[in-house]
């Protein structure tokens, strides 16, 4: 869209003050790197001649268990993600395909989840995994959210979308619904699941009230707490290796984002226009 | 169900067998994911109520029915009233500046700027950094003496106020990172509708030579309304659910300046292990989304967003 008339002066004005915005936005998270590969006498002082250095991700590596919390996160992700794909695709099929008692009631009853996420009701769902044995477990962490009101909601709108004639010649053909809904539905709506899966993957890897409330072991601990658990004990607050812990572990989600962002970014806003 | 139709063949149409059969199989494909959300959501909305009447069991002593006293120790807490008063200050500092600044980038974005692909990419990027890492980021530019705002005022000859230790300044500082990591965020939503504007309207106004400024405000803002107004549900919702800078950042202090509802529903329910009145408070935070959801779903355009 090309909107009205402009001047060369206003336009250039406006690059002006765009690109000044981005290197205001940008500055934060540039001078942490700056901060992670310098020696510490560096952290806050910027010359040219500053030497390059690792040392500060190796000292945070072997301060704290990070190969367990990268693992950890992996896994946790993996598991949402896996079983939201499956629970969210077959609700979703449901609610757009078939006609059955209490659909529009139960439809409201998912998209309650949608303004009280499970977060706000940590204290009655650490009621729940204590009383189901599994506290501190990553199981723990991904249960309240494996059934995605978001995913549902995006999924069944693609659903719609899909025409009936394809649904009725497999039927013809004898398949059966599961057939149907693996044959027809799910290929159909490949951009729709990796938008959902990029979306899912980013929250999850980046979630942290609930984690930390039900964690309290290396064992269980997803990346993010346990950052914030090596950045709040007590260890002179280097801020060199805090910065260098940082950017350690939002890396591969940062590397993936800015190797893919048309992918990213395309899929945000897929999933946001509903 | 279906043993009794089978039972009764004779008074059974086949539509009715077929919508039978459809009920069934809608159910059990619903099945999985709507026991988890019972479960998880539903159930612990219910649980949150009922237990907001009981005492927090202690030792021994099981826990007791004690009707309104969690409530009325609520309306005697003036933390309560300071962390309700902190909310509203958040939420009224955060959500029109990141709208107001995603807006502004997604026109930018959208035009025929230099150099769009670069500007997306610095808008966006806070957004995919998860909240902890960005309070670790600017925990150290606040620091006192040392941080990144300590040497910009430094270098001026000035001394930067301890902006996290200050009643005065530590929600102001909050707001600032929270609209850095959000706006971009609703950037993208803006950016959607925007693409998905008919190109005709701007050549219409183009040749009826309405200025920039003037179809912006007329046909362009107009039109974002829907996206505005979901925008501005989630921006709700997400100063009442984000607290992870305040763990990282302040905890709370000082003297609670910068605590949040959800904040002290997690001190009291999980540092001081009051669970009981930690359900009064959630009662508050859930009557308050509960509100925003009527609200949406009297003054919203359904159709828009749930069509």
Not at chain 1, 178 to 195: E, F, N, R, T
């Amino acid at each position: 869209m090309t909107p009205g008339r402009q001047s060369p002066f206003g336009l250039a004005l406006e690059t002006a003050a765009a690109w000044l915005l981005a290197i205001v936005w940008v500055m934060p998270l540039v001078y942490a790197i700056w901060t992670a590969f310098h020696p510490s006498e560096f952290a806050t002082r910027f010359a040219l001649t500053a030497p390059l250095t690792l040392q500060n991700f190796r000292n945070a590596w072997d301060a704290a268990p990070f190969a367990r919390y990268f693992l950890n996160t992996t896994l946790l992700v993996a598991m949402v993600l896996a079983v939201q794909l499956v629970l969210c695709t077959l609700a979703a099929y449901a609610f757009a395909r078939f006609e059955f008692w209490g659909r529009d009631v139960a439809f409201i009853l998912v998209l309650v989840q949608l303004m009280i996420m499970p977060e706000v009701l940590l204290v009655e769902n650490y009621r729940t995994m204590s009383v189901l044995g599994i506290l501190d477990t990553l199981p723990a962490i991904g249960l309240p959210y494996m059934a995605s009101a978001f995913g549902i909601f995006l999924l069944r709108q693609t659903f719609k979308t899909i025409p009936k004639e394809l649904e009725e010649a497999a039927r013809v053909e004898g398949a059966s619904a599961l057939q149907i809904l693996m044959k027809v539905y799910v290929p159909l709506a490949k951009p729709v699941y990796l938008a959902f899966a990029l979306v899912s993957v980013s929250f999850h890897w980046n979630n942290f009230l609930w984690p930390l409330v039900v964690t309290n072991s290396v064992t269980s601990r997803p990346l993010t707490v346990g950052l914030q658990v090596f950045s709040s004990t007590d260890q002179g607050i280097d801020w060199s290796i805090i910065t260098a812990a940082t950017i350690m572990t939002t890396a591969p989600l940062l590397i993936a984002f800015l190797l893919f962002q048309r992918q990213f970014v395309q899929s945000f806003m897929r999933a946001g226009i509903r | 169900m279906s043993g009794e139709a089978a039972a009764m063949p004779a008074s059974v149409t086949p539509a009715a067998a077929a919508r039978l059969r459809a009920s069934v199989q809608g159910w059990l494909l619903l099945l999985p994911a709507a026991a988890l959300l019972a479960l998880f959501t539903h159930y612990p909305t219910i649980a949150t109520f009922w237990h907001s009447f009981f005492s927090t069991p202690k030792g021994a002593r099981g826990s007791v029915f004690v009707g309104m006293d969690n409530y009325r120790q609520m309306i005697d807490d003036p933390i309560f009233w300071q962390v309700l008063k902190n909310n509203a200050y958040f939420a009224l500092g955060t959500i029109p500046l990141s709208i107001g600044l995603a807006l502004l980038m997604a026109v930018w974005v959208n035009g025929r700027l230099a150099g769009k692909g670069a500007l997306r990419l610095a808008y966006f990027t806070p957004t995919v950094l998860p909240m902890i890492a960005v309070a670790n980021i600017w925990l150290f530019f606040y620091t006192p003496q040392y941080g990144l705002f300590e040497q910009v005022v430094g270098a001026f000859g000035f001394t930067a106020p301890n902006f996290l230790g200050t009643k005065d300044t530590v929600l102001a500082s909050l707001i600032v990172v929270a609209v850095w990591k959000e706006a971009g965020f609703f950037m993208i939503f803006y950016l959607a509708a925007l693409q998905q504007m008919s190109p005709s309207l701007a050549e219409a106004a183009a040749i009826e030579g309405a200025s920039r400024w003037y179809f912006f405000r007329r046909v362009t803002f107009p039109l974002l309304m829907p996206t505005t107004l979901f925008v501005l549900v989630n921006a709700i919702i997400n100063s009442f659910r984000l607290v992870d800078h305040i763990v990282v950042m302040t905890k709370g202090g000082p003297d609670n300046a910068s605590a949040l509802l959800l904040y002290y529903v997690y001190e009291v329910g999980f540092r001081f292990w009051d669970s009981a009145y930690a359900a009064a408070l959630t009662m508050v935070l859930l009557l308050m989304l509960g509100a925003l959801a009527v609200g949406q779903f009297l003054f919203l355009d359904r159709k828009v967003h749930y069509r």
